[in-house]
Nanobody, 125 residues
Framework: VQLQAFGGGLVQPGGSLRLSCAAS????????MGWFRQAPGKEREFVAA????????HFADSVKGRFTIFRDTTKNTVYLQMNSLKPEDTAVYYC???????????????????WGQGTLVTVSS
């Protein structure tokens, strides 16, 4: 499956941004989908995930209550809605697909076997 993430940009603290991840080659209903991020000098970290059924989601504690993950199967696209953004949210955001989870959401980058190219989010005044 090919993944293309877009929607990043510069936003002020407290602002909102929506990232999109368009999939091709495979339906997102056949994979658990996740968002990860990597800030300069830091390791890639889990942000959010949605199950292949769409019925289950999970968020990192650092974004819980501020970020939402959802999908549109008609567009084969997964979204990350980010509200109340903070400077520490600045990072390159990656979407990823896990086609081998066996029905359980996973939160480790190594478990995801397909990755998009990343989109930069900068939160700054």
């Amino acid at each position: 499956v090919q993944l293309q993430a877009f929607g990043g940009g510069l936003v002020q603290p407290g602002g909102s941004l929506r990232l999109s991840c368009a999939a091709s080659g495979r339906t997102i209903s056949s994979c658990d989908m996740g968002w990860f991020r990597q800030a300069p000098g830091k390791e890639r970290e889990f942000v959010a995930a949605i199950s292949r059924s769409g019925g289950s989601t999970h968020f990192a504690d650092s974004v819980k209550g501020r970020f939402t993950i959802f999908r549109d199967t008609t567009k084969n696209t997964v979204y990350l809605q980010m509200n109340s953004l903070k400077p520490e949210d600045t990072a390159v955001y990656y979407c990823a697909a896990d086609s081998q989870s066996g029905g359980f959401l996973r939160f480790v980058a190594a478990n995801y076997n397909y990755w998009g190219q990343g989109t930069l989010v900068t939160v700054s005044s």
